[in-house]
């Protein structure tokens, strides 16, 4: 597979070429450099000698291109470079070095206003568009102030590593939380459906007792009733008993009158 390394400078052509860039991040595809080294030939040939290092105690100043360099390096290390296959062939895209100046900051402002509105971002409570967005900005912002001042740069991306940190662990925390919630809701769920059934099997009990109860209660009437009509019986047979044996005690108390009365004449 052909490698080819083009340069893109308009940010709009890489907005087409790459699918799901960062929209706010300015980036150019730029060609990668490299060295060929020259190995010691058969007959004992070496390559060109290394100057020596100057004598004096002092540092050479450092070059525009070195320093182009090291910032080059990096970008690359905060905003690592991209890489994709796209027709049988391979694009690199690294961020861009080029300077900011104030309009390309007011141009980013408008952009990420633009981009807030187009993906209808909310104002207020969590969005993910909103943090995505942001989080872009911030990139870029560091990306500028790292081409003015490697060192201002790293301290930016310590914060904003710091930052995601932060939120990783308020999101970890929060997914712990709902994760909770959730067992407590399935178990207070299910400890209901139990207390439900426990209720019925409870009503289900009552309701047996109660026709228990009211069995026994109407038992108890008949046997109340069926007792009275006895005792009534009984106590009106004692009482034709008693009638009869008073009337009998009476015809014999005057025949035993009538006995005695002659014999005392």
């Given amino acids: 597979m052909d490698i080819l390394i083009c340069r893109i400078k308009s940010l709009m052509m890489i907005v087409l070429a790459v699918p799901e860039t960062k929209l706010l991040l300015r980036e150019e595809a730029r060609p990668l450099k490299t060295t060929q080294q020259t190995n010691a030939n058969a007959n004992g040939g070496s390559t060109s000698p290394i100057p020596p290092a100057p004598r004096s105690g002092k540092l050479p100043p450092m070059s525009s291109d070195l320093n182009k360099n090291q910032t080059e390096e990096i970008l690359n290390a905060i905003l690592p470079p991209r890489e994709w296959a796209e027709s049988g062939q391979l694009w690199i895209q690294q961020v861009s070095s080029t300077p900011a100046t104030r309009l390309d900051v007011v141009n980013l402002q408008e952009q990420l ?107 108890c009437e008949a046997i109340e009733k069926r007792e009275a009509e006895r005792r009534a019986i009984e106590e009106k047979k004692h009482a034709e008993e008693l009638q009869f044996l008073k009337r009998a005690n009476q015809q014999l108390k005057t025949q035993l009158e009538g006995i005695i009365a002659p014999a005392k004449k």
Avoid: H, W
Wanted: proline content about 1%; glycine content about 4%.
């Fill in 113 to 219: 206003d633009m981009r807030l509105q187009q993906r209808q971002a909310r104002e207020t409570g969590i969005c993910p568009v909103r943090r995505e967005l942001y989080s872009q900005c911030f990139d870029e912002l560091i990306r500028q102030v790292t081409i003015n001042c490697a060192e201002r740069g790293l301290l930016l991306l310590r914060v904003r590593d710091e930052i995601r940190m932060t939120i990783a662990a308020y999101q970890t925390l929060y997914e712990s939380s709902v994760a909770f919630g959730m067992r407590k809701a399935l178990q207070a769920e299910q400890g209901k459906s139990d207390m439900e059934k426990k209720i019925e099997e409870l009503e289900d009990d009552k309701r047996d007792l109660e026709r228990q109860v009211n069995e026994l209660k109407a038992k």
